[in-house]
């Protein structure tokens, strides 16, 4: 599987951005994936994450009620929708996957680890001023 992020730029505080990250390859339908984002200086954090049918979708406490993630394989495309994004929000921002057995129920821990994912996509900068 291949992933391609897009939509970053630069906004002011409170505008809103969309993300998004194209997939190729058979197994998208069957993997979760998630943003992480990296700011200079700083180590990379998770972001949002959703499981493989969309149904299941985790954040950070940090971007919990402005950020919203969601997919629609048929496309195959997962959406990072940002809203009254805030200065601290500046970063590059990476979409990431792995495969998910549809068996097994996975812990909410486990979708926000980074050593989970094995593929990721090229960053896409998001850069929000004051």
């Known amino acids: 599987v291949q992933l391609q992020a897009s939509g970053g730029g630069l906004v002011q505080a409170g505008a809103s951005l969309r993300l998004s990250c194209e997939g190729s390859?058979?197994?998208?339908?069957?993997?979760?994936v998630a943003w992480f984002r990296q700011a200079p200086g700083k180590e990379r954090e998770f972001v949002a994450a959703?499981?493989?049918?969309?149904?299941?979708?985790f954040y950070a406490d940090s971007v919990k009620g402005r950020f919203t993630i969601s997919r629609d394989n048929t496309k195959p495309l997962v959406i990072l929708q940002m809203d009254s994004l805030k200065p601290e929000d500046t970063a590059i921002y990476y979409c990431a996957g792995t495969f998910e057995s549809q068996r097994t129920h996975y812990s909410e821990n486990w979708y926000r680890r980074g050593s989970v994912y094995d593929y990721w996509g090229q960053g896409t900068q998001v850069t929000v001023s004051s």
């Open positions: 390859g058979n197994t998208f339908g069957s993997s979760a």
């Open positions: 959703v499981n493989w049918s969309g149904e299941r979708t």
